[in-house]
């Protein structure tokens, strides 16, 4: 490979953090679906067996 410069460094290490950001908004509102599901649309949870994986389930499809 090729070696990196500073800029490169900088453009990674500014990438990697916002995946990191990232990934902890994705946790934090997937939380936040589970805990309004429950509230808003309980029978959406016994249809799809849990309201975890259907929060989970709506984040995947949301996200693409």
Same mark, same amino acid.
């Not at 649309?41 to 499809?61: D, E, F, M, Q, W």
């Given at each position: /490979? +090729?070696? %990196?410069?500073? #800029?490169? +460094?900088?453009? $990674?290490?500014?990438? %990697? %953090?916002?995946? #990191?950001?990232? /990934?902890? !908004?994705?946790?934090?509102?997937?939380? !936040?679906?589970?805990?309004? +599901?429950?509230?808003?649309?309980?029978?959406?949870?016994?249809?799809?067996?849990? #309201?975890?994986?259907?929060?989970?389930? $709506?984040?995947? #499809? /949301?996200?693409?």
């Amino acid at each position: /490979g +090729m070696d %990196t410069n500073e #800029v490169d +460094m900088l453009n $990674i290490q500014a990438l %990697t %953090t916002r995946l #990191v950001e990232l /990934g902890k !908004y994705r946790r934090d509102l997937g939380t !936040y679906l589970e805990s309004k +599901m429950s509230t808003v649309a309980p029978n959406l949870g016994a249809v799809a067996a849990t #309201v975890g994986k259907s929060s989970t389930r $709506i984040l995947s #499809v /949301g996200c693409r």
